[in-house]
């Protein structure tokens, strides 16, 4: 016969190790989305080799990145959409996300006076912004040089709210939340912790890339009950947000190495 207190052990049981495993399960199911999904930097010629095997989703023109929006360590890097914009930002059936700097939208030539009848405010009738007709063909004007790859993409959708690329990212950006979320509850409503205050703890956590996370996971819940962890829980805020600072600098230094030495695929940034 199952007695409520059996149950309720067994229940209490699966809630521990929830607790202890769930972090870094978590983190490793985040991890692969956004590194999957991450922008990668790419020759410009790339995008005419995409175009010619129809493998280009959606495209935008941007002028670089945003710091719009959400910017904690779980969300991608977004375009800030320029129509004429220097740097082309594309995904793949697979969902991958590409960008190249193609050089700024060339307009109308010289003699563009002389061949097209513009209207009165400077635009060009049948043309959109990004310089395709209004068949969703590619334009060219007389004495420019617009990019060719570009204005051969007349089949895609304009736009990064479209594609496996794109809820991929949402998809990483769905898994950090409930992550961040776990965590801030352990940190705020949980034990009090033995390596540090609850504001040590809460400052090392926004460590980049959900490190300060694991961080907290591996010394407070991994070896939660072993007497030689415990100790030393008078780390103070203030420590925290040093820690915070110079990890940081830190891991944008080492992630700039690792990305000069393993190339932009495997360290995507």
Not at 41 to 66: F, I, S
Not at 129 to 153: C, I, M, N, Q, R
Not at 213 to 220: G, N, P, S, T
Not at 241 to 257: K, N, P, R, V, W
Request: include cysteine.
């Amino acid at each position: 016969m199952i007695t409520v207190r059996s149950v309720a052990g067994r229940s209490r049981t699966v809630v521990l190790l929830g607790l202890r495993w769930g972090l870094p399960l978590l983190w490793l199911v985040w991890a692969g989305l956004a590194w999957w999904s991450a922008p990668r930097e790419v020759p410009a010629e790339q995008l005419e080799r995409d175009a010619a095997a129809g493998r280009v989703v959606t495209a935008q023109r941007a002028d670089g990145w945003t710091d719009e929006g959400p910017s904690f360590w779980g969300a991608r890097p977004q375009p800030h959409v320029n129509e004429t914009g220097w740097l082309a930002v594309w995904t793949l059936p697979n969902g991958q996300a590409r960008y190249a700097d193609i050089g700024p939208f060339v307009g109308p030539g010289p003699d563009f006076d002389a061949d097209f009848d513009a209207d009165s405010d400077g635009s060009v009738p049948g043309v959109d912004e990004v310089g395709f007709g209004s068949d969703g063909a590619g334009v060219t004007y007389p004495g420019s040089t617009p990019d060719d790859a570009w204005l051969s993409l007349g089949g895609v959708t304009w736009g990064s709210e479209q594609g496996l690329a794109h809820r991929l990212s949402q998809a990483a950006a769905l898994v950090a939340a409930v992550i961040g979320l776990v965590w801030l509850t352990m940190v705020v409503a949980g034990p009090a912790p033995a390596a540090g205050t609850r504001w040590f703890w809460f400052w090392i956590g926004l460590l980049p890339l959900g490190l300060g996370v694991l961080a907290f996971w591996f010394r407070e819940r991994r070896f939660a009950g072993h007497p030689e962890w415990q100790g030393q829980g008078g780390r103070s805020g203030g420590l925290g947000f040093g820690c915070l600072l110079f990890g940081a600098i830190a891991l944008s230094l080492l992630l700039a190495g690792a990305r000069a030495l393993l190339g932009g695929f495997l360290v995507p940034g």
